[in-house]
């Protein structure tokens, strides 16, 4: 059995715990949390120095040619920083989606993306704040000109590039394109959620120039494709983020006393650490058999992203919440940094669709496994 | 990162699995009638073809196998439906304690026997007021010449009524803390003055027994430890019983719900269809999935040599929590049906209802492994003792 990370991969994990806890504490995402700036754009720099975006990107294309097991790592340790960059949107989303287009935007796109020359992001709501294919019908594309608006694009005011799903006008079919955001009849702006430590932005476009990604127009399951993928990487960064609010949780229960001892000492309190962390091993677990599924483009994919997926939300949550809660009035405070955490999680949660999607599609496609 | 074998794991697999698939198939199925005799019967084709208690020396019966071998032929016996259960406390929780405390001859007399199934071993550790605070235990050796007197009670002891001998934890000196005044000694079943009697459960079967001891006596051979050092010997016994309660999800498990709810109508439709059951099915498939692939992870820390870390203590937790829900579960889907005996037996469901209380109880509560999982893992101080320090009879008793 060789269920775990190699040697060489919790090396990786060694520089990324190293260059984050030194470049990217939790003051940086406070700076952005209190400030101006739409990210801490001088954190990506760096993490681009490091190469960390042509991770999984093949050296054909300008990248390092590891597997995606490397982009786990990563994804762990940021999620556990909360470094306020825009790499899942540029690399688990937009790079996933453009390394499988089958055509030339692989080659414009690709090496761009991989040394960091530009942001990439992924465009996908319109009414409905869930990823569902028949909630998308405002944006269209005919004869390659894209019209129409997307909402909650998450670094959408910070991105060059973004992979828009749009209707074919012809077929009516739903495909993944891609946009050049600097172009003319592009218009940006900038909202607020509940975590505004990542950047997000409604995009409406005019007239826009829109390339295909997939070969054959009309081919639909390259979004539900890209969702499985990228939510595996996710699932890391929640996971990272979770192990981060329990130890947090378990540090101030140490050295907080009440009634005259540590209050980790109370089973109220010991329990609810203990349950924290036997959630944070159900997801690390379950991420695990993601990043196998995720590296060896298993059949299991669909279940093993879905299942990443809802242990690692469910972990998040608990610990998030129960880390404001063990550390009781102070936990509540503006001051206090768990409510950084309270935020990412449920931020991540939904991101790509909420807890209860993936849930049902988990359902669902042991159905189909199981008809079949 | 893979789910496969070393190439030498790959090769003891096949073997494993190729001795199982041409001995294993005699011994399965139902063995109500008789199913001690055909537990020895399973145990001694297996220690007769040298695959009995894998990981002990060649002189005591095994072969000296690793970790991760016997690993390995555990899971692909689990493959098939046989009896094993009569064997788990002696080789797994007597015999570890008997390979670090007993004398070379006592080794060389017992340990092959208990390889071999041909003798049962049961533990008599948990008391009427000893049960998570076990080493408040009160059962009293008290020292006669070149024997031991004992004089008490113990419960919850699987197998009593059949097992050959035991391992005993006493109470030697009430004078001192609780944890200092402990002997530990191992006996023989059939001794005079020893008396077993059956608990009858909530769901009716009676698995565990009453232990009564009326001046039973031990040569003092038979001590394992030093006297008043039996709280050490008896964490021996139990560090294996941790490791030898995994995660076994038991007959209630997802796909049992799954199917259920496929099946059963709930207002006019498949249950599975409304969201509410698939979102509880989705909780079960993770948490089931999650020890699952938390097994590997320490299968793996033994292909490599490593110990496994303490993410397994987990397993029985979350396992038995799980089955009684989802026995609940499915009751609640069938309606009266889930609950009425039918052709005088009660659906698997119900049984398994009744059953699943017992599992967050026995081999340490649900409490007392959070407490593990706050102390041992994460570092937490422990809890308040107020008899920390106090003499034995003079620390507060309630319950008898």
Not at chain 1, 116 to 127: H, R, T
Not at chain 1, 142 to 159: C, F
Not at chain 1, 207 to 221: F, H, R, W
């Amino acid at each position: 059995m060789n269920f775990e990370f190699s040697a060489e991969q919790n090396l990786l994990r060694e520089q990324a715990v190293g260059f984050l806890s030194d470049r990217a504490p939790l003051s940086v995402a406070r700076r952005i949390l209190d400030g101006d700036e739409t990210y801490a754009s001088e954190v990506w720099q760096e993490i681009i120095n490091l190469g960390w975006t042509a991770t999984a990107v093949p050296e054909s294309h300008g990248g390092f040619g590891f597997g995606h097991l490397e982009l786990c790592v990563v994804a762990e340790e940021l999620g556990r920083s909360l470094a306020p960059v825009p790499f899942s949107s540029s690399v688990y989303l937009a790079t996933e989606a453009i390394a499988s287009a089958a055509n030339d935007v692989r080659d414009d796109w690709l090496p761009k993306l991989a040394c960091g020359e530009v942001i990439g992001c992924v465009a996908l709501y319109e009414v409905s704040g869930a990823p569902d294919p028949d909630r998308m019908n405002d944006c269209t594309v005919s004869d390659g000109v894209l019209n129409g608006g997307k909402r909650w694009v998450t670094d959408g005011a910070i991105a060059d590039m973004s992979v828009v799903t749009a209707r074919d006008a012809d077929t009516g079919n739903l495909c993944l394109y891609v946009v050049d955001l600097s172009a003319e009849g592009v218009q940006r702006s900038t909202i607020d959620t509940i975590d505004p430590t990542r950047n997000h932005a409604d995009l409406q476009f005019d007239n826009v120039s829109a390339m295909p990604l997939a070969s054959e127009i009309g081919d639909s399951t390259g979004l539900r494709r890209l969702l499985d993928r990228s939510a595996v990487l996710f699932a890391f960064e929640q996971l990272g983020g979770a192990e981060a609010a329990l130890n947090m949780a378990r540090e101030y229960a140490l050295g907080r006393y009440a009634f005259g001892r540590p209050i980790a000492g109370y089973q109220a309190i010991k329990h609810k650490l203990a349950k924290m962390y036997v959630a944070v091993q159900l997801a690390r677990s379950n991420c695990y058999y993601g990043a196998w599924a995720l590296a060896t483009d298993a059949p299991e994919l669909p279940v093993a992203a879905a299942t990443a997926r809802v242990s690692a939300s469910q972990a998040y949550r608990e610990c998030s919440e129960e880390n404001i809660q063990i550390h009781g009035g102070m936990g509540f405070t503006w001051e206090f940094d768990c409510h950084l955490y309270y935020r990412r999680a449920k931020l991540l949660s939904v991101n790509l669709g909420g807890e209860y999607d993936w849930k049902h599609r988990l359902i669902s496609c042991i159905e189909a496994d199981q008809a079949a | 990162m893979d789910f496969n074998d070393t190439k030498e794991e790959a090769t003891f697999r096949e073997q494993a699995k190729s001795w199982l698939a041409e001995n294993a198939p005699a011994y399965q199925g139902d063995h109500t009638d008789d199913f001690l005799a055909a537990a020895k019967a399973w145990q001694k084709a297996k220690y007769d073809a040298g695959w009995a208690c894998l990981s002990w020396p060649k002189e005591w019966g095994g072969r000296d196998a690793t970790p991760a071998e016997a690993k390995i032929f555990a899971d692909e016996e689990t493959e098939y439906d046989l009896p094993v259960g009569p064997f788990l406390i002696g080789q797994g929780m007597a015999a570890p304690t008997m390979m670090a405390y007993a004398s070379e001859e006592q080794k060389a007399r017992f340990l092959p026997k208990l390889a071999s199934g041909e003798e049962v071993w049961c533990q008599l550790f948990s008391e009427p007021a000893g049960g998570s605070d076990l080493a408040a235990l009160r059962t009293r050796s008290v020292r006669d010449g070149d024997d031991w007197v004992i004089n008490g009670q113990k419960i919850w002891t699987s197998g009593a009524h059949y097992s050959d001998f035991g391992i005993l934890v006493t109470r030697s000196d009430p004078t001192v803390p609780k944890h200092m005044g402990l002997t530990y000694f191992f006996l023989d079943m059939r001794s005079p003055g020893l008396e077993v009697k059956p608990i009858k459960q909530i769901s009716g079967q009676s698995n565990f027994n009453e232990v009564y001891f009326t001046d039973v006596r031990i040569p003092d051979s038979q001590r394992l430890g030093a006297e008043g050092d039996g709280w050490r010997v008896a964490l021996t016994t139990l560090m294996n019983e941790r490791a030898a309660i995994g995660g076994a999800s038991g007959e209630m498990n997802f796909q049992t719900a799954f199917n259920l709810a496929s099946e059963t109508d709930l207002d006019g439709q498949p249950a599975i269809v409304d969201r509410g059951v698939r979102s509880q099915l989705a909780d079960w498939y993770c948490k089931e999935k999650g020890l699952e692939f938390t097994g590997a992870r320490s299968q793996t820390a033994l292909s490599r040599g490593e110990v496994p870390g303490p993410e397994n203590s987990i397993g029985k937790l979350v396992a038995a929590k799980k089955t009684q829900d989802i026995a609940s579960f499915c009751i609640e889907l069938l309606g009266m049906t889930g609950v009425a005996l039918d052709h005088e037996q009660l659906s698997a469901y119900a049984e398994a209802y009744l059953g699943a209380p017992g599992s967050r109880i026995a081999g340490g509560s649900d409490e007392i492994m959070l407490n593990i999982i706050a102390e041992r893992v994460l570092g937490l101080p422990q809890d308040i003792r107020v008899d920390k320090g106090v003499p034995f009879n003079e620390v507060p008793m309630g319950a008898k």
